[in-house]
């Protein structure tokens, strides 16, 4: 079983920054993407962010040139910085992984979540 432990997060005022980082650990062979998605009251859950295993990254349009995702393939770690915040930020972020685990089985995984709020 994987798990994803996620860190960081809190209270911030707008235009300040906040960096989240996403730590995954257990039956991993390979993690396939990894990701950020947010979840604020009463709205669903939406992508952020994500990258995949060769570093290629998606960014919602709204966190483009404030966003910024990055992983650690060798430690299996996963990171947003979060720049230049705005209250409309204010949400539950999760870390998401896919891949595949040393059975050679797919999963997909969710952290716990972490909540992130700005204030103007």
């Known amino acids: 079983q994987v798990q994803l432990v996620e860190s960081g997060g809190g209270l911030v005022q707008a235009g300040g920054s906040l960096g989240l980082s996403c730590a995954a650990s257990g039956s991993i062979f390979s993690i396939i993407v990894m990701g950020w998605y947010r979840q604020a009251p009463g709205k669903q859950r939406e992508l952020v962010a994500e990258v995949n295993s060769g570093g290629s990254t998606n960014y919602q349009d709204s966190v483009k040139n404030r966003f910024t995702i990055s992983r650690n393939n060798a430690k299996n770690m996963l990171y947003l910085q979060m720049n230049n915040l705005k209250p409309e930020d204010t949400a539950v972020y999760y870390c998401?992984?896919?891949?595949?685990?040393?059975?050679?089985?797919?999963?997909?995984?969710w952290g716990q979540g972490t909540q992130v709020t700005v204030s103007s």
């Open positions: 998401y992984a896919a891949g595949l685990d040393r059975l050679v089985s797919g999963y997909d995984q």
